[in-house]
């Protein structure tokens, strides 16, 4: 009896479990339709927008300009940095991630819907001219800027090199907006720059993380070396950011192999980590610093970020711009492309910098340093019968430690130096 009461009830189960079966996959069906359906009725939409367009605008217009425009549009619907490239357009952006270019010498973003400059380029017309990072490009000659994208903004200021170009720009601070007269010229990016600062410093500028430029910091770490190097001080002020490889590369020159350097996390919502990569000239144990401000973006906060997580070394300037997603090219017919964002990144410790930045261990603002006269005061050696110290016939050469080839204008800097060399005698008396 029992087990023909067991019996009844799987058969029950059974029916129940494929009566809902079947409207489960009716209800997906109806809802894959309706979906769908909603999916047809705006593309309908667009469709007939598109004809009207066609009959009626006050001007012949092609199908393929307003296709573009479409997707230039549903793109800039997603991100800043989410782009459509024409063919012209991605040759001049491959062009450009190549490190030379026709133009003035400057990265743009947009920012509160403006055309904002992030970083100029050192030594280029835009650099020179005095153009600063967080200007808003209000017009391009006589071209207002207001609904223009950065592609658009970008296809204007490119151009013959020789031919002159005015920049019409907002500088927060300033009551009236500025005028730059600039000439176009060939921009070829010197991506790393390196010098040896008095008391064993050595010091590398890189400017763009373009292609190999990890290579160029290998080379400049690697020449410094040969000198008697007691700290680094690593300048990523004003770099706008580049290749997440090459900022993989960069930091695997200063951080032992293994470490995770930058995780990112797509749409799925899985962690895929970065780590540090084996690298022939690395330095894991030298005093280090990390000079970066409001212009080093992407690219820069990645190396920044994993130096301040790892605590490798010392992170100097002001907060950082707050770009931590990641963009992959996507190749499309007759020679176009698309730039979508298709992750987020997060430092070592897990943090996202989106929209924050990355704030440094010790903040110093720009500016110069003045010097006043010594006020009066009295010393020891000044008092009548004092004690006489066996070194002090000699105090005008220990008084003297040298000059340090430093600008006084660039503040920054020169507290950076001073912060290395105190990390230096304290590496050395640990040892």
Not at 25 to 41: G, I
Not at 89 to 118: A, C, H, P, W
Not at 163 to 180: D, S
Not at 240 to 262: Q, R, T, Y
Request: charged share 25%.
């Amino acid at each position: 009896m029992k087990g023909r009461i067991f019996s009844t009830i799987l058969i029950a189960v059974a029916f129940a479990a494929l009566y809902f079966g079947v409207y489960r996959m009716q209800y997906t069906s109806f809802v894959h339709a309706a979906k769908q359906e909603d999916r047809f009725s705006e593309l309908e939409n667009f469709s007939q927008i598109m004809s009207e367009i066609k009959k009626h605008y006050v001007e012949e217009i092609s199908d393929t300009t307003l296709i573009n425009g479409a997707i230039k549009g549903m793109l800039y619907e997603l991100d800043p940095h989410s782009a459509y490239f024409t063919a012209d357009q991605y040759k001049s952006f491959v062009t450009g991630m190549k490190g030379e270019f026709g133009g003035l010498g400057m990265t743009i973003g947009m920012r509160d819907n403006s055309v904002t400059v992030i970083a100029p380029i050192d030594d280029t017309p835009a650099y020179n001219a005095g153009i600063k990072a967080g200007d808003i490009i209000y017009k391009i000659d006589q071209t207002l800027t207001n609904g223009m994208n950065t592609d658009e903004a970008v296809k204007l200021m490119r151009g013959k090199p020789g031919t002159k170009i005015t920049l019409t720009v907002l500088r927060r601070g300033e009551n009236e907006p500025l005028v730059f007269n600039l000439v176009r010229d060939i921009i070829k990016v010197k991506t790393v720059k390196f010098q040896m600062f008095d008391g064993g410093i050595g010091y590398i500028r890189l400017t763009n993380f373009n292609e190999n430029c990890s290579n160029e910091v290998e080379q400049a770490l690697k020449a410094l070396k040969k000198e008697s190097l007691n700290g680094i001080i690593l300048d990523l002020r004003s770099n706008p950011g580049g290749s997440l490889a090459e900022a993989i590369n960069v930091s695997s020159l200063f951080l032992p192999s293994g470490k995770v350097i930058v995780s990112t996390r797509g749409r799925d919502g899985k962690d895929s980590n970065h780590n540090s990569r084996t690298m022939d000239n690395r330095d894991t144990e030298i005093p280090l610093a990390v000079l970066v401000d409001e212009g080093s973006a992407s690219a820069s906060e990645i190396v920044a970020g994993a130096i301040q997580d790892h605590k490798r070394g010392v992170v100097i300037g002001l907060t950082t711009f707050g770009k931590a997603s990641v963009q992959t090219l996507l190749d499309l017919r007759g020679g176009a492309a698309m730039k979508l964002t298709t992750s987020r990144y997060y430092t070592p410790s897990g943090r996202s910098i989106q929209g924050v930045g990355i704030i440094p261990d010790v903040e110093v603002p720009r500016g110069t340093i003045v010097y006043s006269e010594a006020g009066f005061s009295v010393k020891e050696r000044d008092l009548a019968g004092h004690l006489k110290g066996e070194n002090e016939d000699n105090i005008e050469a220990s008084l003297d430690i040298g000059s340090v080839p430093v600008p006084d204008a660039d503040f920054q800097l020169k507290s950076a130096i001073q912060i290395v060399k105190g990390l230096s005698l304290y590496s050395k008396n640990e040892k």
